[in-house]
């Protein structure tokens, strides 16, 4: 809250790391942050400042130091107040927790991109954690999962893995999603259905032709039964032909 603080301490950290050579930033820990800060408030040079704004004033300091020219990712992990309360001066949040093993991905990737999805590409990028291939948390099917999931939703791509011990299949998979398109949400979250069935609709248009690209990801170990409504599903009519693979 103390502006020599926010003029001279907080600009000199993030001109320091640009100084460094890093043009991307991850802003780590904000959530540990609000809570030392509420422990702390009886320290602040100004005492009607709430942690949570006195968060908006070192954002926008830092952003002030660093310019538009640099990316900024906030991490916090499943709190919101943070993520939310400082969205417009972040490029990207990360939106959930570490995501290594299978069980992780369901529920502090997927389920956490769900819920943050509609500020995906309107407020800011939506940022599920690192896209983590390898065998060690992964089948082959489960790593094309994770990867059709981040496709289709248009999610910043941050690999997990040292691409030197990849096997070729998913090498590929890194390749054929890179760059990620620029897709805004669309109606995500009505697409789950009964936990463990996930739906991606994506329409893309060029001058040369346009296409619905659908996906259906069985997120369970057990097979699964699913009656697919194209016109209900993916707005299509249900008399033309259309190119199903598993």
Known sequence: SNPEVLDKYVSRIFRQILEWGYCVIKWDCLPASLQSWALLHDHFAYKRISPEAGLRKVAAAARKAITEDTY???????????????M???????????????PEFITQGLERILHFYPCHNTALHVDADNLVLRSEFNTLAQARTRVTIYALCGLPVTVGDRLELLDEARLDMLRRIMPPAIIRPQELVSKRMNGTMQLLCLHIAREYGSWCVGGICNLADEEADFEL???????????????VFD
């Open 229 to 243: 409504d194209f016109n209900r599903d993916f707005h299509l009519e249900a008399a033309k032909d259309y190119a």
């Open 72 to 86: 900024l990712l906030s991490c916090s992990g499943q709190s919101e107040s943070d993520i939310c309360g400082i």
């Open 88 to 102: 417009d001066f972040c490029d990207a949040a990360r939106v959930g927790g570490d995501v290594f093993g299978w």
